[in-house]
């Protein structure tokens, strides 16, 4: 069950295989929505990184069976929700993520990332969150129930 905003309402709502041939368009249909629904360039290119990079997170961390994806708006901010099934494993390692981001500012957390990331396996970067806090000026709220994770990221708009 992804969570509502209060006193928001929703734009975009999809759907989806969590497939890796997905990711750009999604990124390109959302952000532009957003462009749209907000007249600012910049919202939109936000939030189309933030689409990009939990969705990437969602296919690469996922079980490969379901992705949520909603966008809503309210007075001032956009926030986008991904929920994905998962494995156990990967709610823990989750966990533990989150746990490190919460005591570092996002300009300290993403240049952590940085340092990090060559020390990673190829297919994991680890900046995916860092960045969406970073570049991205979202916070982020996780969920994390047996086989289910849900991101959200609230961006001001």
């Known amino acids: 069950m992804m969570p509502d905003v209060h006193g928001s309402h929703r734009l975009v709502m999809l759907q989806f295989k969590p497939l890796w041939d997905y990711i750009d368009e999604v ?24 689409v990009h990079e939990l969705v990437e997170n969602a296919i690469r961390y ?8 909603r966008i809503e708006r309210s007075d001032d901010a956009v926030v986008v929700c991904v929920a994905n099934t998962t ?28 340092r990090r990331a060559p ?10 969150l860092p960045r969406i ?14 086989n289910r994770v849900s991101i959200m990221a609230r961006r001001s708009a």
């Open 87 to 114: 494995t156990e494993d990967a709610g823990i390692r989750l966990r533990k993520v989150m746990r490190e981001l919460e005591d570092l500012s996002p300009s300290e957390a993403f240049a952590r990332a940085l």
């Open 133 to 146: 806090l970073h570049e991205g000026k979202a916070e982020l709220q996780v969920d994390i129930a047996p």
């Open 27 to 50: 990124r390109d249909f959302c952000s532009g929505f957003v462009r749209r629904s907000f007249g600012d360039d910049e919202v939109g290119q936000g939030v189309g990184m933030i």
């Open 119 to 128: 020390s990673l396996p190829a297919k994991e970067s680890g900046l995916g």
């Open 62 to 69: 996922g079980d490969e069976k379901e992705l949520l994806l």
